[in-house]
């Protein structure tokens, strides 16, 4: 039996836990969410903030920028494949101007406050406030559109509902912790078998199977439902993931590895470059999908 075939039986594992995790929590929440609100991409960015917060340590900070990195690479990918889709041509991406701004900005203001070659813990927390507060504006501006009332369903719930959807919530929290820890130690074996550093390690693996944990159920759900109502990826729900992972992953990780996030001179000169680049193309794509 080959030495990478139990790590990669753990890793799968530890997947189909981040999964299960991510399913259960989205049904505690139920369809009470309102289209275009920002609370589904942070739904989906659960299991990659969980990954990689198991992961990382103090001497394992090239392994969070390199998920970080390749987070936004792939979610910059995922935005833009939906913004040029039919659905986002006829529909629009809602605040689609305020959203671009949002994401260079972060970008660009990430990169600046790590200039100095490290995150410490009060950028951390300013950049995870910055987080909460743009969630906060934007689930405020799509619960005061006109446009979101036609399509808002608020069922009525009981008590009893009500705590069945905490506990669900709370299940599902449980299994993407043990799920993430469960995958981190294969992804660790994995990366030692195979000779792997750290940074290669978040960029190919702890970015990728993230992604995948996210988004899997709801490419499921649209590959199941074919009539387009539901289940496809909305402009603006891939785009607040990028997001999401720019001001709140890169801050907890931040709070989380003892002493700050350290940018190498290499990230600083050649991969944070690339994910300005990458969001100014997610912006432009954006904003050609921009209702008239």
């Known amino acids: 039996m080959p030495d990478w075939s139990l790590s990669l039986a753990v890793l799968i594992l530890g997947l189909i836990g981040l999964i299960l995790g991510r399913i259960v929590a989205q049904s505690g929440i139920g369809p009470s969410i309102r289209r275009h609100s920002p609370w589904p991409a942070l739904i989906a960015m659960l299991p990659v903030m969980a990954v990689t917060l198991q992961s990382v340590g103090p001497d394992a900070s090239d392994l969070g920028l390199g998920a970080i990195v390749g987070v936004h690479v792939l979610g910059a990918l995922l935005a833009i494949s939906a913004s040029s889709s039919a659905r986002a041509a006829a529909e629009g991406v809602h605040h689609?101007?305020?959203?671009?701004?949002?994401?260079?900005?972060?970008?660009?203001?990430?990169?600046?406050?790590?200039?100095?070659?490290?995150?410490?813990?009060?950028?951390?927390?300013?950049?995870?406030?910055?987080?909460?507060?743009?969630?906060?504006?934007?689930?405020w501006a799509t619960r005061q559109s006109a446009s979101?009332?036609?399509?808002?369903t608020t069922p009525a719930r009981s008590r009893r509902?009500?705590?069945?959807?905490?506990?669900?919530?709370?299940?599902?929290?449980?299994?993407?912790?043990?799920?993430?820890?469960?995958?981190?130690?294969?992804?660790?074996?994995?990366?030692?078998?195979?000779?792997?550093?750290?940074?290669?390690?978040?960029?190919?693996?702890?970015?990728?199977?993230?992604?995948?944990?996210?988004?899997?159920?709801?490419?499921?759900?649209?590959?199941?439902?074919?009539?387009?109502?539901?289940?496809?990826?909305?402009?603006?729900?891939?785009?607040?993931?990028?997001l999401i992972n720019l001001l709140g992953l890169v801050g907890l990780t931040a709070l989380t590895i003892p002493g700050g996030l350290p940018f190498t001179r290499e990230t600083l000169l050649l991969s944070w470059p690339l994910v300005i680049l990458m969001s100014i193309l997610t912006a432009a794509a954006l904003g050609r999908a921009e209702p008239a």
């Open 148 to 152: 979101d009332t036609a399509h808002l």
């Open 96 to 139: 689609a101007r305020s959203r671009a701004w949002s994401l260079i900005g972060s970008s660009v203001g990430v990169w600046g406050l790590a200039f100095d070659g490290r995150l410490g813990r009060i950028d951390g927390s300013v950049l995870v406030l910055l987080c909460l507060l743009y969630l906060i504006r934007m689930a």
């Open 161 to 242: 509902r009500l705590w069945g959807s905490v506990a669900r919530v709370c299940v599902g929290l449980t299994l993407l912790t043990m799920g993430a820890r469960v995958l981190a130690m294969g992804a660790r074996d994995l990366a030692l078998v195979l000779n792997l550093d750290d940074w290669i390690l978040g960029l190919a693996l702890v970015a990728p199977v993230g992604v995948l944990a996210g988004w899997a159920p709801i490419l499921f759900a649209g590959w199941r439902r074919r009539d387009g109502s539901s289940g496809q990826i909305a402009p603006s729900l891939a785009f607040d993931f990028n």
